[in-house]
């Protein structure tokens, strides 16, 4: 992008999304209305905003065709409706087993036309004592590396959740400005690793993070840590939101993205 003063407001929508497909868009669409009014250019809602079933292979009924489906519906017309850059979190999309889906996050632009694709590739398992996921029961690996999108502030990076945990997954992505992480992080794995991570990529790579994340305590009894947030390219938080629904919200700043770089030129001073 050309200039370095060039600003953009982006917005991360927390959800406590819930059994009801129905009442979970509605929910999204009062926190993406309220990122848009407060000016932001680019939404990200989180993980699994449309359905969190009580068992792993309740989503399978939901699952939809690409391209087709009231889900890929409501974020065509809330991109198009809000003239905003939307990141759709994720959602099921059909896969060639029929006994999983894909967890893909699509993105869309102002026009409502999806722009980018990324079928979430790591997939979490973790076990102790009696809480256990396994989220491959139910979701088919993606085959494909993100789609790495450009929107008005420059390029921009994808992961969902568990992705987070590999660094070299979005070092792979190259030089980006911004990083989106939909996001559905447990209490237990959150509540210690969930800020340092999304600092450490912001750090080592020198762009902004912003993570949509899950945060509450859900009507399936799975409990989410949230804490949704906007980090600089220096590591700073800029916004967090706890826990509960709302936005978390900031300025992407070119000046100071172009500044971390000057300053510390760690990105120009990679050997391997």
């Not at 890929?72 to 979190?89: C, E, M, P, T």
């Not at 971390?260 to 760690?266: F, G, H, K, Q, W």
Request: hydrophobic share 40%; with cysteine; proline share 6%.
């Amino acid at each position: 992008m050309s200039g370095e003063s060039r600003t953009m407001r982006v917005a991360a929508v927390q959800m406590v999304s819930g059994m009801k497909v129905a009442d979970n868009l509605e929910q999204a669409a009062r926190g993406i209305e309220t990122a848009a009014c407060g000016g932001a250019g680019l939404v990200a809602l989180p993980e699994y905003f449309c359905f969190m079933g009580r068992h792993d292979k309740d989503k399978l009924p939901l699952a939809e065709t690409p391209g087709d489906g009231p889900i890929q519906s409501f974020l065509s017309d809330q991109a198009k409706r809000h003239g905003i850059w939307l990141v759709g979190g994720t959602l099921p999309l059909r896969c060639p087993d029929a006994q999983r889906v894909y967890n893909a996050c699509l993105v869309y632009d102002p026009q409502g036309h999806v722009r980018a694709r990324y079928d979430k590739i790591h997939l979490f398992s973790f076990q102790r004592g009696q809480e256990s996921y396994d989220e491959s029961r139910a979701i088919r690996p993606g085959d494909e590396p993100p789609q790495v999108f450009e929107m008005p502030f420059g390029r921009t990076a994808l992961g969902i959740c568990y992705d987070l945990r590999f660094p070299e997954f979005f070092r792979a992505q190259g030089d980006v400005r911004l990083m989106v992480l939909p996001a559905a992080f447990t209490w237990t794995t959150g509540s210690v690793h969930w800020e340092v991570l999304l600092r450490a990529r912001a750090i080592e790579n020198q762009c902004y993070v912003l993570a949509s994340a899950q945060g509450g305590l859900h009507e399936n009894g799975r409990r989410t840590w949230g804490h949704s947030m906007l980090i600089d390219p220096w590591g700073d938080i800029v916004d967090c939101l706890p826990e509960g629904p709302g936005v978390a919200a900031g300025m992407l700043d070119a000046g100071r993205l172009a500044a971390v770089r000057e300053s510390l030129p760690a990105l120009r001073h990679r050997v391997l």
